[in-house]
């Protein structure tokens, strides 16, 4: 629950409702943690992008899989299916994720749409045969990206009633970092997916407070595997479909308590969308995040050391100096805020001395390479010597137009 403020540190990322956490580093325990991660780097950019739709899952230019053999996908694991490869439906027209039905459904008409609550059996393998997971009854949403992106892409696919066989490459399952200890980095896996049912998803409205931060946390835990698996694009979905249910109108009324969880959970997920618009260089959305976050908590440790990281990136020195030092004085012994901050000072210092040579080329003296307390201990010398000067040649010239006269008359 949110009230604990903790996350939870282990699970199957591969089921609705769970994943991993990003380990904190010693240096930085409060700000690498479960809840946000580390702070990067990440920030934003260009306009803020539109987060409501599910961003496309299929790169452009990645190169096709290798043929195996026959060109046919490994069936390890999924029973007496017939070998005609023209039974096998490439779902992207890459050849990384195919379908094969096993046994039909019930017709098109019934396949599920996005956004209901779909419950399917499970059982997936990897290509030796080993199986790596099995659930006789997992519920998710569909379109959610709740689960591995096979099962979201494949699921709409499948009718009613319908038991099909689906082999996936390891980019729509557990990508280049696997799932340790059962699947190993880029582990192409097998699924046999039987699709039980499907039903609307519960009206946000009507939800009790704890259903409501049960079912964003389900969301943000999803953001944080999706973070740890380096899928940023993904993890803004989570996290932004988290906001989403914490932010809907509600019909029901909550307790004090269920207000505070909500907030909770509702920063926790700014902080983790702040840390993941920063790996993707999205700045301007990350600085809103962040303070969107302190708008609620002005002293989060997390969302000022970020937001100074933002500025940072941005070259905006001057003032994410004092937003960090505000961070610090918060936590004085974080190596972490103690390092940015340092670094900081000195970029701020380095580009005062370009500012000051870039004006004194500016105005023209270019000799004039000393500090101005140099130029101020000249200056009472030079003034007199102009005004002796200035006077002598009024005396001459007046000595001058006297002779004039003089000689005229």
Request: with cysteine; net charge negative.
């Amino acid at each position: 629950m949110a009230s604990s403020g903790e996350e939870p540190r282990s699970g199957s990322p591969g089921r609705a409702g769970t994943g991993t956490e990003p380990a904190p580093t010693a240096d930085a325990a409060q700000l690498d943690t479960a809840e946000d991660f580390e702070v990067l780097e990440e920030e934003e950019e260009e306009d803020e992008e539109d987060l409501s739709e599910l961003p496309p899952l299929e790169d452009v230019g990645r190169p096709p899989a290798p043929p195996r053999g026959d060109d046919q996908p490994s069936e390890r694991g999924g029973g007496d299916a017939a070998e005609d490869p023209q039974e096998w439906l490439d779902v992207l027209g890459s050849g990384l994720l195919k379908k094969k039905t096993l046994v039909p459904g019930q017709g098109v008409d019934t396949r599920p749409r996005k956004g209901q609550d779909v419950t399917i059996r499970l059982k997936a393998t990897l290509e030796d045969g080993s199986v790596v997971e099995e659930n006789p009854a997992l519920t998710f949403t569909l379109g959610d990206c709740d689960v591995l992106q096979a099962l979201d892409l494949c699921v709409q696919l499948l009718e009613m009633g319908e038991t099909a066989l689906i082999v996936s490459d390891a980019k729509y399952c557990y990508g280049a970092q696997g799932r340790s200890p059962d699947v190993p980095p880029n582990a192409a896996l097998t699924l046999e997916v039987e699709l039980l049912a499907a039903q609307d998803a519960p009206d946000l409205e009507l939800l009790s407070g704890k259903e409501k931060v049960e079912l964003a946390n389900r969301k943000r835990e999803r953001g944080n595997f999706f973070y740890q698996q380096a899928d940023y694009v993904l993890a803004i979905n989570s996290y932004d479909i988290a906001l989403k249910v914490i932010g809907s109108s509600s019909k029901v009324d909550f307790s004090p308590n269920e207000e505070a969880e909500l907030l909770d959970v509702k920063v926790k997920c700014l902080n983790n969308l702040a840390a993941s618009q920063l790996k993707l260089d999205h700045y301007e959305a990350a600085l809103k995040s962040c303070n969107l976050v302190l708008e609620h908590q002005p002293g989060n440790i997390k969302a000022l050391f970020r937001k100074g990281k933002v500025l940072a990136q941005q070259g905006e020195y001057r003032e994410a100096i004092p937003i960090l030092k505000a961070a610090l004085k918060l936590e004085p012994s974080n190596k972490t805020i103690h390092a940015e901050l340092s670094k900081l000072v000195k970029k701020h210092a380095d580009q005062k001395n370009v500012e000051t040579e870039m004006y004194r080329k500016m105005l023209g003296n270019p000799s004039a390479a000393g500090a101005p307390g140099k130029c101020k201990d000249k200056l009472p010398w030079s003034i007199p010597w102009k005004w002796l000067f200035g006077a002598t040649a009024i005396a001459l010239g007046g000595v001058a137009l006297s002779v004039v006269i003089a000689a005229r008359n």
